[in-house]
C-alpha cells in the first residue's frame, strides 16, 4: 500500500485510541465529513492497514493472573518442525502471541494462564506436543505499560 496520508494517520490514531467512535466523531476530529471519512476507513480496512476492531480486556478480572514469556530454542531449522511447533502453537488459546525471533532464542511466546498451576499443566501440555530444545520462562510480575495503539505520527510532515 501506497505511504498513508495525514488523513489516513490520523483516522488510524482514532480508531486506535478508541474503535467504539461513531463515524460523525472520527470524522469530525480529522476534518472531514461523514461519507468520505467512512470511505476511507472502508479502504483502510481493504488494505489491510486496519485488521480488525476488538474490545481491550482486563486479563486479571476474566482470571488470567499470571503473565509468562517463554524463550524457545528449537531442536532443528527445518521446515518440518517450523510447521509441527506452529501448529501445535495455534492449539493453545492460552498463547497470545508468538514470535520468530532472532538472536539466542528462537520462538518468544507471550501465554497468560491463571496461576502458576495452569502454566506447569500448559508447559507440560507444550512439551508433549512437540520437540524442544530448551524452554525458558520468565514471569511477568507488574504490567507497568501496555498498549496496543502503534505511536503513529499525526503532524504534517
Known sequence: MDELDLIDRK??????RDATLPVAQIADRVGLSQTPCW??????????VLSGRVALANPARLGFGLTVFIGIEAPDHSAEWREGFSRAV????EIMEVYRMAGEMDYL????????????????????????KNVTSHFAMERMKFTTAYPVDTRNR
Do not use: C, H, W
Not at 495455534?90 to 488459546?93: D, I, M, R, S, V
Open 39 to 48: 470511505k476511507r476507513i472502508q479502504k483502510l480496512e481493504a488494505n489491510g
Open 11 to 16: 483516522i488510524v490514531a482514532e480508531l486506535m
Open 109 to 132: 511466546l507471550r501465554v497468560s494462564v491463571a496461576d502458576m498451576a495452569a502454566f506447569d499443566t500448559l508447559y507440560k501440555r507444550l512439551t508433549d506436543a512437540i520437540a524442544i
Open 90 to 93: 495455534g492449539t493453545f488459546p
